[in-house]
């Protein structure tokens, strides 16, 4: 079973990612299920080296016949503009589909990178997790 996947099967699991080559960079991912919505809660940085787990595991999530993903950026560092333009990419294939892609961002550094790349405009503002999920 991968990484990806025993983080979502085990809501309650924590994955972290800080060995190999990459071992500044560490990320932890959780996923957890609450008012009919899959939360994805990811802290550490995303770039290149974190974006394939996340992004499998939220593909996951949006799989999940939930009506709702919210994607927890509080506790991330770094968000690179390329996996802040897929978030994007993936909230409008989402959509088709009719699921909800919502984020809580938290950090200004994060909201910047999601207002550089273009894709801030495609998401609500949720002051909180709580506003996300009552959406």
Known sequence: MSASSAVFEHAEGVHRNGSGPHAGHSSAQRVDH???CVVVRVEGE???????QFFATVERAVRSNCHAVVIDLRAVRFLSLRTANALGTVKQRAAGDGTDVRIVAG???????LEVSGVRPLF?????????LDA
């Open 34 to 36: 609450r008012q009919q």
């Open 107 to 113: 950090r200004q550094a994060i909201e910047r990178s």
């Open 46 to 52: 995303l770039d290149a080296a974190a974006s394939p």
């Open 124 to 132: 609500s503002h949720y002051p909180s997790m709580q506003a996300a």
